[in-house]
């Protein structure tokens, strides 16, 4: 039977298999119900057709799942089957995990991230496997149980399994498409580094009146070493070397960007800035700063008293809270120590307190470029599944652990969410369109199709 006219013919069966691996809890941080999940879900994959095996982590297993038919090409398809939790339950108008249809969408826990998402991916192989029609790429599944608990142990296992998860390219669908809801492709992501900064004066607070004159001011001092991170523009950092390793725009994300949907006025009023903020910003100039250019914030800035009335004190230390986001090819840990060396060079005069950094975690970023033909055939792919030309980001400005394929496994990593932008993931009355559902699965076979007709993918 042809494939296409199978899908169509099988919605049912499709959307009552999606719905039961909804219906079953699989909350991560506290672990209710995700044994039982990998069970059924393991189960699930048995039936489409691959071998399974599951990974240990020193969390929640990975499952794994394998199609080897000879081909030329090998996928890795990466999801996850964990949800966050439901909580606040009062808020669902149908019970979070009873799968529920209404509105042309089904509503339940892990609807949309990533149940039915993975599933959409699992059921196009299946369809294969149950018409006998040849996959003209090799298949692998790593659908990993900690998403929502931050991908805990996901490196690890990328480093430990790393052969067995060996393959020409890595593709996921997960969050929701554009806002526009026009079919999208996600090229990168940006990475992060987070730090906390500590500046100590006296061993405790001082009377101001007493004391004031004679005592240091920790948060005097911690306001001008901050200063001196700012460069020329208040976008620019003046951390000596931080923008070395940025990769330079090629022209072909140059154009993308150029072509992403862009409403200045909008965008203001999303942020809650006057409606002329971004009156003389373009679109390339507004993505090339949210989405492929390094950024130095300070989230939080901490010291003496900010209580009602007042307190007339020298207080004792002064704290800032900082996140870098990073893009290709930034190394979260080069970045660090730029941080830190840049601290001790501004603060060499500031005999008077004493600073500290501490390094509060990290991602690494990520890039896939839209040159490879890996990211040309998904682009191929979902233009003609969804008849309509895609939105094309060579990055999201937030971070994600897209870093483990494109730096341990070495190879390209192309996103492709199928969810509605208003899916209301980590949110009660989440969801996800029976029509994304559906486009989802036909999207994975024509993603297959077309990642088939790369003749030489390691060039
Ligand atoms: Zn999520």
Redesign the pocket.
């Known amino acids: 039977m042809n494939l296409q006219q199978y899908l169509s013919e099988h919605q049912q069966e499709h959307l009552e298999m999606a719905c039961r691996l909804m219906a079953q809890k699989s909350v991560s941080p506290t672990g209710e119900g995700m044994a039982e999940c990998a069970a059924l879900l393991r189960g699930m994959m048995e039936d489409a057709g691959l071998r399974t095996e599951v990974l240990k982590t020193p969390g929640h297993p990975i499952l794994f799942g394998e199609m080897n038919v000879g081909a030329p090409f090998t996928v890795l398809i990466y999801g996850h089957y964990d949800v ?1 939790p439901p909580e606040p339950l009062e808020a669902w108008v149908s019970p979070p995990f009873e799968p529920t249809i209404r509105n042309g969408r089904i509503y339940c826990r892990g609807a949309g ?1 990533n149940k039915g998402q993975l599933m959409a991916n699992l059921l196009a192989v299946r369809a294969f496997h149950k018409t006998g029609e040849r996959l003209p790429v090799n298949v692998k599944f790593c659908l990993e149980g900690e ?2 608990s931050s991908s805990a142990n996901l490196a690890w296992a990328v480093e430990q399994y790393k052969e067995k998860l060996a393959c020409d390219m890595v593709y996921t669908a997960d969050g929701p498409q554009h806002a526009s809801g026009r079919p999208t492709v996600l090229l990168g992501v940006r990475g992060i580094q987070y730090v906390q900064v500590d500046c100590e004066g006296a061993d405790r607070d001082h009377h101001s009146g007493n004391k004031g004159g004679a005592t240091p001011n920790p948060a005097w001092y911690l306001m001008q070493a901050l200063a001196r991170f700012w460069g020329d523009s208040p976008h620019e950092v003046a951390v000596p070397g931080f923008y070395d390793s940025v990769r330079p725009v090629t022209p072909l994300e140059q154009a993308l960007l150029d072509r992403l949907p862009w409403d200045p006025v909008e965008t203001a009023r999303g942020l809650g800035l006057a409606d002329d903020h971004f009156a003389s910003t373009t679109a390339a100039e507004f993505y090339r700063r949210t989405l492929m250019r390094p950024t130095l914030n300070i989230c939080g800035f901490t010291s003496g008293y900010g209580g009602p009335g007042s307190k007339t004190i020298i207080p004792a230390r002064a704290s800032a809270k900082l996140d870098m986001r990073l893009v290709a090819d930034q190394d979260p840990l080069d970045i660090y120590e730029k941080f830190v060396a840049h601290l001790q060079a501004v603060t060499a005069d500031m005999t008077e307190v004493r600073f500290t950094v501490t390094d509060l975690g990290s991602m690494a970023p990520s890039r896939t470029s839209p040159d490879r033909p890996e990211a040309q055939a998904v682009v191929r792919a979902v233009r003609r599944a969804y008849g309509e030309e895609p939105v094309v980001m060579p990055s999201l400005g937030g971070s994600l652990p897209d870093y483990v394929w494109t730096r341990i496994l070495g190879v390209p990593s192309v996103v492709v969410p199928y969810a509605n932008p208003d899916e209301d ?2 949110a009660p009355n989440e969801n996800i369109a029976l029509d994304c559902f559906f486009n989802g699965i036909r999207c994975a076979t024509e993603v297959f199709v077309e990642l088939g007709s790369i003749r030489s993918p390691k060039l």
Do not use: A, C, G, P
């Open positions: 966050q991230d998403e929502e993931n980590h």
